[in-house]
């Protein structure tokens, strides 16, 4: 379908056979990970892991159907520059939640190490 | 004084299609797509500080409210019900538009727009009832993040609402032309984009948020 205007957009190879499916798997896994939160159905730390990976298949479908990364060579600087900003995001969220979780097991108050000297750490 | 820096996209509305301008604008499409990618991603990054942030003082309540008390997670399933549609209606604006049906490309616009609007329209509900109840953005650090994260986002939605204003007047005014194609492309890519980050905050902030 697509003419010399289009064939080098993002949406080019796009079909309506992508939205219909995108939409589809989204609801799926949407309700799913609703449905678990709002009956409770599992354990809580269970519930949280399974909608992390819910959220992460849905992110896949998105960028497949919708953003319509297919892994093209055409596309491979715009994979690359997506993986760098991974990389930068696990750095980010990574290291703050580590250092900050960490900062604040160390400054309990009843901790012990709170009475020794200043010294030792 | 205009300085000409449209000059490209300029010369391709104007040029009679010759085979070398059609060269040109394919050339110019791909480098401004790839542009565009880069500065998705780094609002990425953006995003990320955003959500780091909740993450670390999501359960800073300060004595005020918590997650579990606030959100109403039927209402942001319709929330997220909204933007996942307005993704699809917006699909059917580059379906439309790769087959050079204008009516199509401004009615799907049209389309997405309202239903953009409805999800702006719920969130701002959904700010100020939280307001009313105490619960503004300066009662708590949970709060405080949680109005960053979740604003910028309704702010790039709402930034997003602008750019497709500015779509159908360029159509109504220039047709389908290679500069309205490319941008076209690029608010398509925006738009999806944002829904990729809502399925990060619906997940982080309301779901284990009332856990």
Known sequence: MADRKTEHLPGAGASLHHYACGMLLSVILTVAAFALVMTGALPRNATIFVILVLAAIQIFVHLVDFLHIDGSLEQRWNVYAALFALLVVGILVGGSIWIMFSAHERMKPDMPGMTMPPETF | ?211
């Not at chain 2, 609002?43 to 959500?51: E, N, W």
Request: glycine share 8%; net charge negative; aromatic share 14%.
């Open chain 2, 1 to 211: 004084m205009t300085i000409p820096l449209d000059l490209p996209e300029a010369h391709s509305v104007h040029a009679p299609q010759h085979p070398a301008a059609a060269v040109d604008d394919a050339e110019l499409t791909e480098k401004t797509v790839f542009g565009f990618w880069l500065y998705l991603m780094s609002d990425v990054v953006l995003f990320a500080t955003l959500f780091a942030v909740y993450a670390v003082v999501c359960r800073s309540y300060a004595g005020g409210p918590t997650g579990r008390e606030l959100f109403d997670l039927g209402f942001v399933l319709a929330e997220t019900g909204v933007l996942l549609l307005s993704s699809v209606t917006f699909g059917f604006v580059t379906l439309a538009a790769q087959e050079n049906r204008k009516q199509a490309v401004f009615l799907w616009m049209a389309v997405t727009f309202v239903v953009g609007a409805a999800f702006i329209a719920m969130e701002l509900y959904e700010f100020n009832h939280l307001i009313e109840e105490g619960a503004g953005p300066s009662r708590s650090a949970f709060l405080s993040a949680y109005f960053a994260l979740v604003g910028t986002h309704g702010l790039h939605v709402f930034t997003g609402l602008l750019w497709m204003i500015a779509m159908i007047v360029q159509m109504a005014r220039d047709g389908l032309t290679a500069a309205v194609h490319r941008r076209l492309g690029l608010l398509g890519l925006f738009w999806h984009f944002l829904d990729v980050i809502w399925i990060v905050v619906f997940t982080e902030v309301y779901l284990i948020g009332v856990l």
